[in-house]
């Protein structure tokens, strides 16, 4: 039998898999609870047109799950987003260069439906990497 973090584990693993990478927006529907809190893209909305830039300016963007850690009602992701700029990403031209960026989530999982989200991203990293002044390793 799973645990109640087990399971909100595998919801926000799904909703990632769906949402995310295989960019089906309609799957809000199925993942977000009807009183859903978004505290990174100010709504529902703002987050489908914001997954939907990262779609354009990116269209093999991949999310890769690096770490989760559930504990109680909420699950905290660490990942990874990979994938090229060949769309137009806040202003600025397809430049063809990859990205590898860090970004973390939070969920708040109620009754078995997402009902807050927050994130994190390395926007600095990520503008390096679209620009070409990333510092070499």
Do not use: C
Request: charged fraction near 25%; charge should be neutral.
């Amino acid at each position: 039998m799973q645990t109640l973090e087990q399971k909100n584990a595998a919801l926000v693993s799904e909703f990632i898999e769906s949402f995310w990478n295989r960019s089906d927006m309609e799957s809000v529907d199925r993942f977000l609870s009807d009183d859903y809190r978004e505290l990174s893209y100010q709504s529902r909305e703002g987050l489908k047109q914001f997954a939907m830039k990262i779609l354009g300016a990116f269209p093999d963007k991949r999310y890769m799950v690096e770490e989760m850690v559930a504990q109680g009602d909420k699950v905290l992701v660490r990942m990874a987003v990979k994938g090229t700029h060949e769309g137009m990403f806040f202003g600025t031209a397809p430049t063809g260069r990859q990205i590898d960026v860090t970004l973390y989530r939070q969920y708040r999982v109620s009754d078995g439906r997402i009902a807050e989200h927050r994130g994190w991203i390395d926007m600095v990293t990520m503008w390096s990497q679209i620009r070409g002044t990333a510092a070499q390793g």
